[in-house]
């Protein structure tokens, strides 16, 4: 597996602006997600020699961002009171170091320094019933002595609920939102936002210019678990951006809570379904509490077994974790290569695939198999999916494998 985490990258002390701003402009260079961003860096330490190795490759067909374009980002940050931090600065919360694919920068408006805190996630359904604010309003103050962190995604419903009661109980909140900071979404949720920002923090890794669409909010989502030791669910149906959170939230070794709701009721069907495959059934704010403990030393645990995945992966002497090599292949070794990507791009399609179900049915290792996306996603053909999955981007003109393994 590729993971990133402070032992796969050391971070530093500090982070001059230089440097800072080449990583800025290989983040947001086209076709370069978390997965591609970090197989460069391995490859070539410094953000500085990436991007020039970029400019040389056909393979990749995507357009770097200009040091012009960064800049003006940087100085958009500066002149609204932002803070913008990147995955290499301490000030990074190391609870999104810890995930498959860590956001590569965040913009933050408001406390930087709850990013640190003991984040929890509350989401829910948009069209919450009355009761479930009741609920919210009891119990979400009774954590206040646990000095939680209460982090949820301004939606409407749940998330305004969560947000209001913490501003109300003077509790800290943090709001992930999908799109750029400044883009307020809902709108009805204007003078929310800015109490947040005065009291909390708002934080998005989406270029500011950016409006919110429909795939950011995935992507939202993966932060919102990512940045929680646990998640709690109210009222959520098969269908729901909250029941995908929950869903991110075990791949990412989190809890997960859910309030139970009646059985008639459509926006149960999906907590009532996670409370039967093992989620924390919940009936007040101790049942939280008791867990916390117990999930620490969980997640310790895991991140043990991970990191000694991520040492084999990231053996420099393992060629297979290279990616700028086909030089060195002979004729033979080419066409071997140029049929399994396309074999491997005959399996992805626009619905999200797990790349472990990927590697199963190829029945290649995991290092050659995120090597080989990583030159699909540097070709603008796939993106990395929250969950640990890859989706095909729509091609102009027809089909993928046609196109580019012809």
């Known amino acids: 597996m590729l993971y990133a985490s402070s032992k796969r990258l050391e971070i530093p002390t500090t982070l001059d602006l230089e440097t800072k701003l080449s ?15 970090f197989h460069l860096i391995e ?9 020039a190795r970029l400019k040389t490759q056909p393979a990749y067909k995507g357009r770097i ?15 609204q009171h932002y803070h913008l931090i990147s995955y290499f600065e301490p000030e990074y919360p190391s609870t999104l170091r810890q995930l498959k694919d860590p956001p590569l ?10 990013l640190k805190s003991t984040c929890f996630a509350v989401v829910g359904a948009r069209n919450a019933s009355q009761s479930a604010r009741t609920w919210i309003k009891q119990q979400i103050s009774s954590l206040k002595s646990s000095s939680y962190t209460i982090t949820s995604g301004l939606a409407r419903g749940i998330d305004t609920w969560a947000h209001e009661t913490a501003l109300e109980e003077k509790m800290p909140t943090i709001a ?48 919102i678990s990512g940045l929680s030791w646990g998640i709690l669910v109210i009222e959520a149906s098969y269908k729901s951006g909250a029941l995908l959170s929950a869903k991110y939230a075990l ?50 645990f895991f991140a043990q077994e991970e990191e000694e995945e991520k040492e084999e ?40 695939t797990p790349i472990e ?40 003109g027809g089909s993928y494998v046609e196109a580019h393994c012809c």
């Open 23 to 37: 990583y800025f402009r290989l983040a947001r260079s086209e076709n370069i997600g978390p997965m591609g961003f």
């Open 43 to 51: 490859k070539f330490k410094h953000p500085e020699n990436a991007l």
């Open 65 to 79: 961002c200009s040091v012009d374009e960064a800049r003006q980002e940087l100085e958009m940050h500066q002149e």
């Open 105 to 114: 920068f965040l913009s933050v408006c408001g406390k930087l320094e709850l």
């Open 176 to 223: 992930v939102i999908a799109g750029g900071l400044g883009h307020i979404y809902p709108l009805e949720n204007k003078g929310l936002y800015h109490r947040i920002a005065q009291h909390g923090a708002i934080i998005s890794e989406d270029p500011l210019h950016l409006s919110p669409q429909a795939q950011l909010f995935p992507k939202r989502n993966r932060i």
């Open 251 to 300: 791949d990412q070794n989190r809890c997960v809570f859910v309030v139970p709701g009646h059985p008639l009721d459509s926006r149960s069907h999906g907590g009532n379904k996670l409370i039967k495959e093992g989620a924390c059934l919940v009936e007040t704010a101790s049942d939280i509490q008791k867990e916390y403990p117990l999930n620490l030393s969980k997640r310790t």
């Open 313 to 352: 992966y990231l053996s420099p002497s393992n060629p297979s974790s290279l990616f700028f090599h086909t030089e060195e292949k002979d004729e033979e070794e080419k066409i071997e290569h140029t049929s399994m990507l396309r074999v491997l791009l005959e399996r992805i399609s626009c619905v999200p």
């Open 357 to 396: 179900t990927l590697r199963k049915e190829l029945k290649i290792s995991s290092i050659r198999l995120r090597a080989l996306l990583v030159e699909l996603e540097l070709q603008g053909l796939v993106e990395q999916y929250p969950g640990d999955a890859i989706i095909a981007i729509p091609q102009e």
